[in-house]
């Protein structure tokens, strides 16, 4: 049986968007890759930032990478799951119209 590979990382919801991300620390430059699939199929905004991933460092550094891209305060923006694991889902709490705009907008690939 196969499964049918997920379209988009993004989910609107009531209060906000939730995102489902692939973190890269220790990479050489920070950004946003683009959205690709895991071995599952299953849609993920790929992340890239310098920071290791000791002590929070790297969910620090998704967070404010995350919120310099997409105009967001970083305090609006948490990781629902995954905080010790590569695979995170993170929620961005606002208007789920006007963050999806954002988001969407810069889903491509940026840098930061």
Do not use: C, Y
């Not at 991300?21 to 895991?38: C, F, W, Y």
């Not at 929070?56 to 305090?75: E, F, H, I, S, T």
């Not at 995954?82 to 993170?90: F, N, S, W």
């Amino acid at each position: 049986m196969t499964t049918e590979p997920e379209e988009s990382p993004f989910s609107a919801v009531t209060d906000g968007v939730t995102v489902a991300v692939r973190l890269m620390p220790k990479a050489s430059r920070a950004g946003i890759e683009g959205v690709t699939q895991d071995a599952d199929g299953k849609a993920l905004l790929k992340v890239r930032v310098t920071a290791p991933p000791v002590d929070g460092a790297a969910n620090a550094a998704l967070v404010k990478l995350l919120a310099k891209a997409w105009r967001v305060p970083a305090r609006s923006i948490t990781i629902t799951a995954g905080e010790k694991d590569r695979r995170k889902v993170i929620h961005v709490a606002g208007d789920a119209h006007s963050l999806m705009q954002a988001i969407l907008a810069t889903a491509g690939g940026s840098t930061a």
